[in-house]
């Protein structure tokens, strides 16, 4: 089937789909590009599909903070001296003086997002909010002999629909939410993605008995959060391991998001790839940072002391099977020490089971997802630039930003390298065009005799 609706008529250099921290990042990445070279800036516009700029909004939890630097802005590593740096932004906000007294190197969540909020109404121009892309089609424009165009539909909250047309796509659509197989989301049943949404519908006094799945960052700061906010209630944690593990931050290990690192595992062989994820999914998957770590414990040796004990913790669990309902959840859990089944009931279950990773198939439909190259392993292949490799005949360009853990490593889905990578990507648009104008120019002059 085609794509309709209202057409525009020019022809951008990119579009932008989803405008997170990554293609925020690259908005900036272009208008940077566009000072430097303001007789031939890159046409470039964002979709974004929810109706205002929020940056998992639902997990904003009062206490929780960032797992990186401040300095890992949007900006600062490519451009220390952008005027969309975090400390540009303190700056604006009368807080830098207050903030280096602080002496923290990690800010809030809370912080960061006013901080990437402040950054989005600076790029308010390039991008249309409530706007979900929908589909990517490519066409072949005059003159070309094999596609080198997009056509992207993008529709509204109105339901309308529009058609834009572009060079080249950078698909930055985030993390997908994963629940265990065979469990459904329903009104007491939760992903904690949807977490703040979900629980600020409550009644509180309705949430006498809560429990939380997982052992990483997303379960242990639920955890903490309910027991702070319902003093009444019984919060019990399911957890896989024996305990929540750390995540690791330690300076050598955090080397491997660092810029450099994106080659190494890019060129390095099958076995260095391998080990970097043996040795260092510990600085991500699964693991929660020590102060939040520390926060639990003590809460829990707090009620031994006091002999009242309502923060409970079941270890060495997994949920084998969930039946919502509209005023709780019944849960069969499965203990790993004797493979026992227990059944219970809670008022509300949060699965804060992790995400999956950027799928560029999901959006690029079966049909069109056929143009792109696969590795044995059934992943696509990409670029070091970012740009999925097309089969031949395909001189449109679709860039990935997230998807890219096989290929690129660990900074795929996190803020560590996001300057750089869409500084990049940046770079491989703008290169990619002088190459086609000047061909287009060779084709045109007519050779000396
Ligand atoms: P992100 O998910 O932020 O943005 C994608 C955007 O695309 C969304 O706004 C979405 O609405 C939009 N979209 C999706 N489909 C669309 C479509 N079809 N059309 C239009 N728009 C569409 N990492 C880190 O390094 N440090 C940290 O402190 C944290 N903290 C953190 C907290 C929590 C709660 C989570 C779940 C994750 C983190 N992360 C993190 C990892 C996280 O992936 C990262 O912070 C960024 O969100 C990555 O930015 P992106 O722009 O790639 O995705
Ligand atoms: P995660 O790290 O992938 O953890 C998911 C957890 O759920 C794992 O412990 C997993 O166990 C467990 N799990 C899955 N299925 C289960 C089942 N059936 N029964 C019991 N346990 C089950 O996901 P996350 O905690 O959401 O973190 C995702 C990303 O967001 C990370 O990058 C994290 O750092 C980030 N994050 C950041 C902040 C912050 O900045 N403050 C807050 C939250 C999240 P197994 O390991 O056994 O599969």
């Known amino acids: 089937m085609g794509i309709t609706g209202r057409r525009d008529q020019e022809i951008l250099d990119v579009v932008g789909?989803?405008?997170?921290?990554?293609?925020?990042?690259?908005?900036?990445?272009?208008?940077?590009?566009?000072?430097?070279?303001?007789?031939?800036?890159?046409?470039?516009?964002?979709?974004?599909?929810?109706?205002?700029?929020?940056?998992?909004?639902?997990?904003?939890?009062?206490?929780?903070?960032?797992?990186?630097?401040?300095?890992k802005d949007l900006a600062t590593f490519r451009n220390p001296v952008s005027r969309f740096s975090f400390v540009s932004f303190l700056h604006a906000s009368n807080r830098l003086v207050q903030f280096v007294n602080n002496q923290s190197f990690i800010p809030t969540r809370q912080e960061f997002h006013q901080y990437l909020e402040w950054a989005a109404a600076g790029l308010s121009d390039q991008v249309t909010y409530g706007s979900e892309v929908t589909a990517i089609r490519p066409v072949t424009g005059p003159g070309a002999r094999t596609p080198d165009l997009l056509e992207?539909?993008?529709?509204?909250?109105?339901?309308?629909?529009?058609?834009?047309?572009?060079?080249?796509?950078?698909?930055?659509t985030g993390l997908v939410p994963r629940l265990p197989e065979g469990v459904t989301a329903g009104e007491r049943v939760w992903h904690s993605s949807e977490f703040l949404t979900?629980?600020?519908?409550?009644?509180?006094?309705?949430?006498?008995?809560?429990?939380?799945?997982?052992?990483?960052?997303?379960?242990?700061?639920?955890?903490?959060?309910?027991?702070?906010?319902?003093?009444?209630?019984?919060?019990?944690?399911?957890?896989?391991?024996?305990?929540?593990?750390?995540?690791?931050?330690?300076?050598?290990?955090?080397?491997?998001?660092?810029?450099d690192t994106v080659d190494e595992y890019y060129f390095g062989t099958e076995g260095a790839r391998d080990a970097f994820w043996r040795y260092h999914r510990n600085t991500n998957y699964s693991v929660v940072d020590a102060d939040v770590i520390r926060a639990l414990y003590q809460r829990q040796y707090d009620e031994q002391v006091s002999g009242v004990q309502r923060l409970h913790f079941r270890n060495l669990t997994r949920v084998d099977s969930v039946e919502g309902s509209d005023s709780g959840a019944r849960v069969v859990l499965r203990s790993l020490l004797d493979d026992r089944r227990e059944e219970l009931a809670f008022d509300a279950l949060v699965f804060a089971s992790g995400y999956d990773g950027l799928d560029p198939a999901r959006l690029l439909g079966e049909e069109?997802?056929?143009?792109?190259?696969?590795?044995?392993?059934?992943?696509?292949?990409?670029?070091?630039?970012?740009?999925?490799?097309?089969?031949?005949?395909?001189?449109?360009?679709?860039?990935?930003?997230?998807?890219?853990?096989?290929?690129?490593?660990?900074?795929?889905?996190?803020?560590?390298?996001?300057?750089?990578?869409?500084?990049?990507?940046?770079?491989?648009?703008?290169?990619?065009?002088t190459e086609r104008e000047l061909g287009r120019q060779a084709e045109e002059t007519p050779s000396a005799a």
């Not at 992207?152 to 930055?172: K, W």
């Not at 997982?214 to 896989?240: K, N, W, Y």
């Not at 059934?378 to 031949?392: F, I, M, Q």
């Open 198 to 259: 979900r629980f600020n519908a409550q009644d509180p006094a309705s949430l006498k008995s809560v429990a939380v799945v997982g052992a990483g960052q997303s379960a242990a700061e639920v955890t903490r959060f309910f027991h702070d906010s319902l003093p009444h209630a019984q919060v019990t944690a399911v957890i896989p391991s024996y305990g929540y593990s750390v995540a690791d931050d330690t300076p050598f290990a955090n080397q491997v998001f660092d810029p």
């Open 17 to 71: 789909i989803g405008f997170g921290p990554s293609n925020m990042s690259l908005a900036i990445a272009l208008k940077e590009h566009g000072a430097s070279a303001p007789l031939h800036p890159v046409r470039s516009h964002f979709f974004e599909r929810q109706p205002t700029f929020g940056w998992h909004r639902n997990m904003l939890l009062p206490s929780a903070t960032m797992q990186i630097s401040f300095l």
């Open 368 to 433: 069109f997802d056929r143009h792109f190259q696969r590795d044995a392993a059934g992943r696509h292949r990409v670029e070091r630039d970012y740009r999925l490799v097309a089969t031949s005949g395909l001189s449109c360009g679709v860039y990935l930003q997230g998807g890219t853990e096989h290929s690129h490593g660990l900074t795929s889905a996190l803020l560590s390298n996001i300057a750089i990578r869409s500084g990049e990507i940046a770079d491989s648009i703008v290169l990619r065009r």
């Open 152 to 172: 992207i539909e993008v529709r509204s909250g109105d339901g309308s629909a529009r058609v834009v047309t572009a060079r080249n796509v950078v698909v930055s």
